[in-house]
């Protein structure tokens, strides 16, 4: 069973385009939620994350909008560039297991020049 | 400073055999993940050490197992290896292992069991 749900699987958009990538999570224990940046041949790398007790966070081009009675959550990326091209990871820690982090499927994120 | 090493970067292994894959985690960080990432999916939680000890383990065998060392790199070690095996498999350090710690991974080790 998938803990967090991720979608558009893949995204393609302009140059200066806001993707948008959305999560969804059931179980109301998790207490973090970050987003992951992955290029072909690297391990993720962390983005930005939040808290579910503040519904936004910007760092820099990238902001988090969180919904915790929806338990939704999703990535806006700003001004969009070539080099975003990436896949993008949602994730969510369990709090009762300590620091074991539930992960999305991914998105393909493809900005067109 | 040098972020996570693994290796090796690539293996390939036929059905039954063992395999060892080590990571050195960042300098200072004492807690070490490992998560296995199956082609076109997200990564998996398979163990999580901290100062030596076990501290979680996912829903995997128990033909998977790690240890962590004194100078807190460690070892995932996958026994009677399996063609659902064949995975990126990545390791992640963090300073702790405490509540909202960032997880810094390596680039993986590719497996490919035939």
């Known amino acids: 069973q998938q803990q967090v749900k991720q979608s558009p699987q893949s995204l393609i958009v302009q140059k200066g385009g806001i993707p948008i990538i959305n999560c969804a999570y059931e179980?109301?224990?998790?207490?973090?939620f970050p987003w992951y940046q992955q290029f072909p041949g690297k391990g993720p790398a962390l983005l930005i994350a939040i808290r579910p007790d503040v519904s936004e966070k910007k760092e820099g081009r990238f902001t988090i909008s969180f919904n915790k009675s929806a338990k939704q959550f999703s990535l806006h990326i700003m001004d969009s560039q070539p080099g975003d091209s990436a896949t993008y990871f949602c994730?969510?820690?369990?709090?009762?297991?300590?620091?074991?982090?539930?992960f999305g499927t991914g998105t393909s994120l493809t900005v067109i020049p | 400073d040098a972020g996570v090493t693994q290796s090796p970067t690539h293996l390939i292994k036929t059905r039954g055999q063992h395999v060892t894959l080590r990571c050195s985690p960042i300098s200072g960080h004492k807690s070490v993940s490992w998560y296995q990432q199956v082609l076109g999916q997200g990564p998996q939680f398979i163990f999580q050490?901290?100062?030596?000890?076990?501290?979680g383990r996912g829903n995997f065998p128990d033909r998977f197992s790690a240890r962590q060392f004194p100078n807190y790199s460690s070892e995932l070690n996958v026994n009677a290896l399996l063609l659902g095996d064949s995975a990126l498999y990545l390791c992640?350090?963090?300073?702790?292992?405490?509540?909202?710690?960032?997880?810094?991974f390596g680039s993986g080790t590719q497996l490919s069991v035939l």
């Open positions: 050490y901290y100062e030596k000890e076990e501290r």
């Open positions: 994730a969510a820690r369990d709090a009762a297991t300590g620091n074991q982090f539930y």
């Open positions: 179980n109301t224990a998790f207490d973090y």
């Open positions: 992640a350090s963090s300073p702790s292992a405490g509540a909202g710690e960032k997880l810094f």
